[in-house]
């Protein structure tokens, strides 16, 4: 696996975020989760839309998330979003980290694995060569 390097993703938790007890509702952390991950990519030089252009969409196909403390209404959580590619370039996992801005504790965590698939043939295929240049970029490794 090639690492795609670390990025962070700051999110101010909304009211309508949280359930009645001012508790972020379980389903809202992929959402958190997404957004890290969009914005990953985009520091890489990559948007969704130019791989769906390329003919390849980027399907979740598992997600876990460990919950470990709660966040409430008006934290300012971060973020942690760290990519790895598969050797085939047909897989990327991003394995996720959230907690207060400044703070230690780990909030909630887990790994979302993605794979790229053509569009078309509805078939796993390598990421576009642009794709893997990019992220080759973002690496730390």
């Not at 957004?35 to 997600?63: H, N, Q, W």
């Not at 942690?80 to 207060?100: H, I, N, P, Q």
């Amino acid at each position: 696996m090639k690492t795609l390097g670390t990025h962070f993703h700051e999110h101010r938790v909304r009211y309508r975020e949280c359930d009645p007890m001012g508790v972020v509702y379980h389903t809202h952390y992929l959402d958190f989760f997404e957004a890290a991950r969009t914005e990953a990519l985009r520091e890489t030089g990559i948007s969704y839309r130019s791989i769906e252009e390329a003919g390849v969409f980027m399907p979740v196909i598992d997600l876990s998330v460990n919950y470990k403390r709660p966040a409430h209404y008006d934290d300012l959580l971060v973020i942690e979003c760290r990519g790895f590619l598969s050797d085939s370039a047909v897989k990327v996992r991003f394995d996720y980290t959230v907690r207060r801005k400044d703070e230690k504790t780990v909030l909630a965590d887990g790994p979302v694995p993605l794979c790229f698939l053509d569009r078309h043939r509805k078939r796993p295929v390598s990421a576009p060569d642009f794709v893997i240049k990019s992220m080759a970029r973002g690496s730390h490794a």
